[in-house]
């Protein structure tokens, strides 16, 4: 597939990492900064153009003509958009993903289309963390909350800890714990080594798992892994950016929302938009201005400000102090990979999050959804069966039948409205969605075929 | 300062004044009570002083500025209280002297509807509509009524216009041009009336006195055609008439021009000082009408619900129609009432007083400094209906605030000094700077046994607070007269 990739931000090179890193994809980035360019070239296997995304010369230096895939990602939504535009018109791209920013823009789905502003899928980077960062402070002690089937089916990582029934038990205590409740189990990362789960596996302190179920069963099967959490009623965030405002947005209604900003320009305007959030002004980093606002009563304390360092500090900084549990965004794989599991809870990767959304445009349209998991090693997706007159890899089969790739497991298929755990026994139906889970996703083009229609060998 | 345009428009203003006097002479010979005479005769004097003001300045055209619309303001209201005397103090029937005749005149225009007559059932008919009709003129804005009608006064008009119309928030138009926002809010209001007089009717009134309280309900004035005032019909379905339109009178005449407009009468409902406006009457209306019962001034429940509901909608409202007064109940309760016609109605109503939105920001503001003290770095914007209250209204509410405890407190000693007991003065105060009408005390129905010095104080009271205190308080400070 040819893709073009505008803009070589944070966002923009993860996403070109990402794809370059399978072998079927050509890709392309565009940027003003020549340095940039360089750098990112020097490290991956791309080819770089230097000039302004949304002017038609430098997208037709690209390869716009013939390419599959334009994804928008500069930091003006307007050059995104207008790329697109020109994209559509000019070269007459098929798929065109752009990040838009502004709520403004985003709230508006009706903008977006074949007769109006020609993008495909409208990213919003801040909308799909905030949503991420609002799942986890519903799901207390959970490392990682996914959604699939419009939310019917959730996956799960949590690290297993003292007080969890199924801790120090086989992973066959299961059934014998939660009768009526299906789970699936599809991943075990102990030390950082993935281990297949089978029934006989025992599970161990520390654990990080990773596990399928319906999210009505969801904090049943959570307490198998760990000591129940009371329910979050407060919340302190950093940062009154576009995502520390948009999460207190969300979550002012149900929970006590604490809002720190440093710059008083943007906690006024904060507090005129906000209505029940207690929005302050300072430095999130100032130990009196946390204990004077009685962090230690706080059960979430979430580090969203633009500068991951800060947030590293602020956050380990209120773990400290007493708050429950701590979040940071955090750019930087190596900052994330040093701070997570230690002093901080768990560290928010925007570009994981957002790429994820990426990848299901990128995988052919099969894949409804994708997520990225630790750090994009491995992969969740969900793909629907396809068959044609020639039949399907899969469809029709058993479980059992089914040669999957080293380290990929089927978590759960969804059938219409229902949600069924599958067993070896379990028949694969058309038109199902299998949510598969890939410990190593390099093996991603090769499960992707299972979907295919009429690729019978 | 155009000193010659502000002459003009008053001259102007002062001609049309002269012309509603043709109203009260038809009702002098439509009911024959032989009593045209005064009418036409002060219609001549004031007519001639319009036009002895117009004439020498009929050709300047200037635009009005900021400034001359708060001197056209404060100057037209005051010489409208002595030509609106005039009729009263010729005719020889109420045989008014000058100062209650310009205290009636001033206590109808400003909707007060505080009156030195008794013995009202006997006077002319023309007479007893005139004064409804001050009250009527005053309520919505005689200005705003010059500014709909008199195109001349062209784009400055809006200066006019807010210095006339009440609260604090005075930019929004209803629609783009003024003339026609003005127009609007007279057509709403005629409206308004019109439904009024006709329930009255509906209810038991004949037409005279239907549309005498219709005036008077609607203005939130509080004249009435009778010495007992609403308590002379002593009818269940006429109370529930009035206080349901004195009810309307005090909301936003912006609100009734949109839930008109849309069809919807949900709009009322979306805004946030209507809501205050409404709970704090349901809340008075029950506390009063359970201490009522409870104490035995009424026999039965549906007693005390009927008498509480309308005192305590006739006094919130600033209208001043009573039944049974309010003076002689028990304990709290008098000055409770007296109390609520400070806050009073809605922005942009007809009502007095300092306004639900006033006193919404105000009290909103304390909460804020109150959360302050716990959270000292927290940033809490004021907010009403979900917006952030614009700094400079918040300051403009507090100085509000400022100045009008400062005049009350200033004209209350004057009442005393002239002899009036602490009771009488403070509620003849409260009564005359927020336009209500009936007291405590010696003024619990009327103000004829209030020295003359006293009742000058309450005119002055009464101008100042329609004109809601800094127009007329803006004419004293040095700065507006420098150049």
């Known amino acids: 597939m040819k893709i073009i990739i505008l803009g070589a931000g944070q966002v923009g090179s993860t996403a070109a990492q990402q794809l370059a890193g399978e072998q079927a994809n050509d890709v392309t980035v565009v940027d003003t900064r020549d340095e940039v360019l360089r750098d990112l070239q020097d490290r991956l296997d791309i080819r770089t153009v230097s000039g302004n995304a949304a002017h038609p010369s430098t997208l037709l230096a690209a390869g716009s003509k013939g390419a599959d895939l334009l994804v928008a990602l500069t930091s003006s939504d307007e050059v995104n958009m207008i790329a697109c535009q020109i994209a559509w018109t000019l070269f007459r791209t098929p798929t065109k993903i752009a990040r838009i920013r502004s709520g403004d823009y985003y709230g508006r789905p009706e903008l977006f289309g074949e007769n109006s502003i020609p993008v495909d899928l409208a990213i919003s980077p801040e909308q799909l963390v905030t949503d991420y960062v609002e799942r986890l402070i519903r799901y207390p002690g959970a490392l990682q909350v996914l959604e699939f089937a419009e939310g019917r089916v959730l996956l799960v990582s949590m690290r297993a800890l003292k007080g969890g029934k199924l801790v120090g038990h086989q992973l066959q205590a299961l059934r014998s714990h939660i009768p009526n409740t299906e789970v699936r189990v599809a991943a075990i990362y102990r030390g950082g080594q993935s281990i297949l789960p089978e029934g006989d596996t025992t599970i161990e302190e520390h654990d990080e798992v990773f596990f399928v179920a319906a999210r009505d069963d969801m904090r049943l099967v959570m307490k198998e892994f760990s000591a129940e959490e009371a329910g979050v009623r407060s919340v302190v965030i950093a940062g009154a950016g576009n995502i520390g405002f948009r999460l207190a947005h969300a979550l002012e209604g149900r929970l006590r929302v604490k809002l720190i900003e440093r710059n008083p320009e943007s906690s006024r305007r904060a507090a005129e938009r906000l209505h029940n959030t207690l929005v302050l002004t300072g430095n999130a980093a100032d130990e009196d201005l946390l204990l004077e606002e009685n962090i230690d009563d706080a059960d979430v304390f979430v580090a969203v400000t633009n500068a991951e360092e800060a947030n590293i500090l602020s956050a380990m900084l209120a773990k400290r102090l007493g708050a429950r549990r701590v979040m940071a965004l955090i750019n930087k794989q190596s900052y994330a990979d040093l701070m997570e599991g230690g002093q901080i809870d768990i560290a928010i990767s925007p570009q994981t999050i957002t790429i994820g959304a990426l990848l299901e445009h990128v995988r052919r349209g099969d894949v409804v959804r994708v997520h990225s998991l630790r750090r994009g090693a491995a992969e969740a997706i969900e793909a629907i069966v396809h068959a044609d007159e020639r039949g399907s890899p899969i469809a029709g089969k058993r479980v059992d039948e089914i040669t999957l790739a080293e380290g990929a497991t089927i978590g759960a298929v969804v059938r219409g409205s229902e949600v069924i755990m599958p067993h070896h026994d379990t028949v694969i139906e058309a038109e199902d969605h299998v949510i598969l889970f890939l410990t190593d996703r390099r093996h991603v083009g090769e499960v992707g075929r299972l979907f295919q229609a009429g690729t019978h060998e | ?483």
């Open chain 2, 1 to 483: 300062m155009n000193l010659a345009m502000v002459q003009r428009i008053l001259g102007l203003m002062l001609l049309m004044f002269s012309l509603t006097l043709l109203v009260p002479i038809a009702v002098s010979f439509g009911f024959a009570d032989d009593h045209h005479q005064p009418f036409l005769s002060a219609m001549a004097i004031v007519a001639g002083v319009g036009v002895l003001l117009w004439l020498p300045v009929r050709n300047v055209r200037r635009d009005l500025r900021l400034r001359d619309g708060f001197l056209i303001a404060a100057v037209f209201w005051t010489c409208l209280g002595f030509a609106g005397a005039v009729p009263l103090y010729l005719s020889d029937l109420p045989g008014l002297s000058f100062t209650d005749a310009v205290f009636e005149a001033v206590s109808g225009l400003t909707t007060s509807g505080a009156t030195v007559i008794v013995g009202l059932d006997d006077l002319p008919k023309s007479i007893l509509f005139y004064r409804q009709q001050l009250q009527w003129l005053g309520g919505m804005g005689i200005i705003v009524l010059a500014v709909a009608l008199l195109p001349v006064l062209g784009i400055g008009g809006m200066s006019l216009y807010k210095a006339e119309t009440p609260g604090p928030i005075k930019d929004q138009k209803l629609t783009p041009r003024i003339t026609q926002t003005a127009k609007a809010m007279w057509a709403i209001y005629a409206l308004l009336t019109a439904a009024c007089a006709a329930s009255f009717w509906l209810a038991g009134m004949d037409g005279f006195d239907a549309i005498g309280h219709a005036f008077s309900a609607l203005s939130t004035g509080g004249f009435s055609t009778r010495d007992a005032s609403l308590g002379h019909f002593d009818s269940v379905a006429i109370e529930i008439v009035a206080t349901v339109f004195m009810f309307l009178g005090g909301v936003n005449f912006a609100l009734h021009f949109y839930a008109l407009r849309k069809r919807e009468p949900g709009v009322y409902w979306q805004d946030t000082e209507f809501k205050a406006y409404f709970w704090i009457v349901a809340s008075v209306v029950a506390f009063a009408t359970v201490y009522l019962w409870l104490d035995g001034e009424y026999p039965t429940f549906g007693e005390s619900l009927r008498h509480a509901s309308l005192q305590v909608v006739s006094m919130q409202t600033s209208t001043g129609l009573l039944t049974t007064g309010f003076a002689d109940w028990p304990g709290a309760l008098p000055p409770l009432l007296m109390a609520l016609t400070l806050i009073c109605g809605c922005a942009g109503s007809t009502a007095g007083g300092m306004k639900v939105i006033r006193w919404l920001i105000v009290f909103r503001q304390g909460v804020c400094e109150l959360k302050q003290l716990v959270h000292p770095s927290a940033e809490l914007p004021v907010k009403i209906a979900g917006r952030p209250v614009p700094q400079r209204v918040l300051n403009a509410v507090a100085g509000f605030f400022a100045m009008y405890f400062i005049i009350f407190a200033a004209l209350m000693f004057l009442l005393m000094i002239f002899g009036l007991d602490q009771v009488t003065a403070w509620s003849a105060i409260a009564t005359s700077i927020n336009n209500t009408g009936p007291g405590l005390g010696d003024v619990a129905w009327n103000f004829r046994d209030v020295p003359d010095s006293a009742k000058w104080v309450c005119l002055i009271a009464m101008l100042v607070g329609r004109l809601e205190i800094f127009t007329f308080v803006l004419l004293l400070t040095p700065a507006f007269w420098e150049r």
